[in-house]
C-alpha cells in the first residue's frame, strides 16, 4: 500500500530520541492496546503508548479533526498508491476486499459478499457483490458488477495511470484494452464478476483486491472525466461517486478536505463503524507547529509524523498520545538507467560510502528503526531466509556507518583507477523538503562527494518527489534519498515486485524508482511468484531478494517504524495494514 506502497515523508527526531528509546522509562513489552509489538528479528522495541484498540469506547457523531503537513497525491482509487491518500480512499471507497485495522493480514469481503472463488488451475477467479450497496447522490443506483469491470477497465487506462495494475491483475486481454473492454472480465449478473488470468497466479491475484484499484466506479460519471489526459476524476474528487461510508464535500489540493457521511450508506453492508459524522482534514501546516498542536489538543490526529522535539517530549511525558508500529523499509534509489548508475559496481561503491547509521539517526534511532541490509523486511516471512538483520553479507553493505576502502575498490572496478569518479556527469537528488528529507539528501550527498561525484540536490514536497520526479520516469531522477515502501499485503510478492522488477515499470505513478529491468531478477522473481509450497516460496524469494541486494539498485536504509500522535481525548485506532489512523473506526470521542 503502496502501500503499499510509497510511504510520505519519514520521521525526524535526531540523536536524542535515540538516548531516550535506549534508556527511557516504560521500554519492553506493550500494554494491551498500546504502541506495537516487537519482532525478534529487527523491529524497534516496543513501548506502553496510545490506546490504539479497535474497541475504544467510541461514540457515534461529532467532527474529527486531522491535521498534517503533508497533501495528497491521488484521491482516484485507479491512482491512489500513497500511504496518506488510502485514509480517505479507504473511508470513501469499497475495494472488493479489506483488512479490519488490528490484523492486517486476514482478508474480510469489503463490497464482495463473500471469500473469492479461485478454479483449481488457478486461472480463474469469480467474485459476488453485496447485492444492496448503493451509490451516494446524485447518482442513488445500486453497485453493480459492471462498476466492478469498469473500475478495472480504467486502471489499464493510460490517462488512468495505475501503479500496480500490470504488476497484480494478469487479466487476458487487459494489457491491449487502453481502458476498453477487456476480453478476461466477464459479468454473468448483477452482482457477478469473473475473472480469467492469463497464467496460474489466482491466489496472488485475490490477494491484490484489497487494494483501491478493485473499488467500483460507475462508467456513467467517470467515462467522459476518463477521456482526458489525465483524467479529472483525480483533480475534481468531489464529483466522484461514493459507495463508502463517508463522501468527500469540499477539497483544497494539497490543503484540505472535509468527508461527510454517505446518506445511501447502509452500515448492515458494512464492516466499518463510521463513528464520526463530520471529518474536517487540514494539510500544509509547519510539522512542527502541527505536532505541537495535536499534543494540546483534545481532538487532534497528527496523519503524518512529528518531527524530534515534539517525538521526544511525547516520548518522555504523553506516551498515552504516542503510538509506535511497523512501518516497513526506507531506501535511496539509483536510478539503473540513467549515467552514472547504469554501472553496477558505481552503484556498489555509492551504498559502501554511505553511512547509512546517519541515516537512522535522521529518523530517530532505535526508536523508529534499525540499519537495513537488504530490501525484504522483519515482517515478511522469508525475511529469517534472507539473512534477517545480517543479510547476505555483502562487503558493500557490512559497515553501516560506510566503508571509503571498499567503495573504492569498486570505484577502481568500474574503471575509475583513482578510486574517484572523473566522469562529466553531474547527479541529481531529488528528496523531500520536510524533515529529514534536508538531512538525508545531506547525506547521500556527503557519501558521493567523497566518491568525486558533483551533486545538486532538489528538495520537494513529498507527494510532488513522487508524482513529478522519482516516479515520472522521464524525469531521469538519478537518487531519490527518501523513497520508502510498505507491502501491499502479507507477501514478498507485494514487498520486492513493484518496486524492483522491470516488468512493473509504468511511465507515469511509477514506483520501480531505481527503473531496474534485469531479465535475470525478472524470471527469479516470475518464478518465484508461480511456487505454492510455503516453504518453497520463502526460500525462492530470499534468493530473489539476493539477487536484487547483489545489483545494488538502492542504498538501503532502514526498517522503520511509525510514529503517530494523537489529542488528549480523541479516539485513535491505528490501521495496522496502512499503518495510520483509520478514519472510519477512530472517533472525536
Known sequence: MRIPRALPAALAVGATALAVAACGSGGGSSSSGGGSTSSSSGAAPAFSGANIAVSQGQKKGGTLNLISAEGWEHLDPGQSYFQIDYNVVYATQRPLYGYMPDNGKKVVPDLAAGPPTISKD??????????????SPPLNRTVTSDDVKYAFERDFNPNVPNAYASSYYPIVGADKSKGGPISGISTPDKTTIVFHLKTAFGGTFAQSLTLPGSAAVPRQVAA????????????????????GPYMIQSYNAGRSITLVRNPNWNASTDFRPAYADKIVWKAGADANVAARQT??????????????????????SKRKQLSVAPLGDYYATLNTQTPPFNNVNLRRAAVA?????????????KL????????????????????GNNGFGFDFLKNPNGDMAVATKYMKAAGYPSGKYTGKQSVLIVGSNADPGPKEMQIVQAGLQKLGFKTQIKAVPQQTMYSKFCGYVKAKVQVCPTAGWIPDFSDAYAYLFVPFSGK??????????????????????????????PAARIKAWANVDKMI?????????????????????VKGTLDTWN?????????PQ
Request: proline share 8%; glycine share 4%.
Open 122 to 135: 488457478a486461472k480463474t477467479v469469480t467474485v459476488k457483490i453485496r447485492p444492496n450497496v448503493k451509490w
Open 224 to 243: 467522459s472525466m476518463d477521456k482526458k489526459n489525465p483524467t479529472a476524476y483525480d483533480s475534481t474528487p468531489t464529483k466522484q461517486a461514493f459507495d
Open 295 to 316: 499534543l494540546a489538543s483534545p481532538d487532534l490526529l497528527m496523519m503524518d509524523t512529528p518531527p524530534a522535539p515534539t517525538l521526544k517530549t511525547a516520548y518522555q
Open 353 to 365: 560510502a554511505a553511512d547509512r547509521q546517519a541515516y537512522l539517526l535522521a529518523r530517530g534511532g
Open 368 to 387: 523508529v528503526g534499525v540499519v537495513a541490509t537488504h530490501f525484504l523486511g522483519p515482517t515478511d516471512a522469508a525475511f529469517s531466509a534472507a539473512g
Open 504 to 533: 512493473a515499470i509504468i511511465p507515469v505513478n511509477n514506483s520501480n524508482w531505481a527503473v531496474l529491468n534485469d531479465p535475470k531478477i525478472n524470471a527469479a522473481m516470475d518464478q518465484a511468484a508461480a511456487v505454492t509450497d
Open 549 to 569: 541486494t547483489s545489483t545494488a539498485p538502492a542504498i538501503p536504509e532502514i526498517w522503520a517504524t511509525n510514529a503517530l500522535l494523537k489529542g488528549t481525548t
Open 579 to 587: 499503518d495510520d489512523w483509520d478514519l472510519s473506526f477512530s472517533s
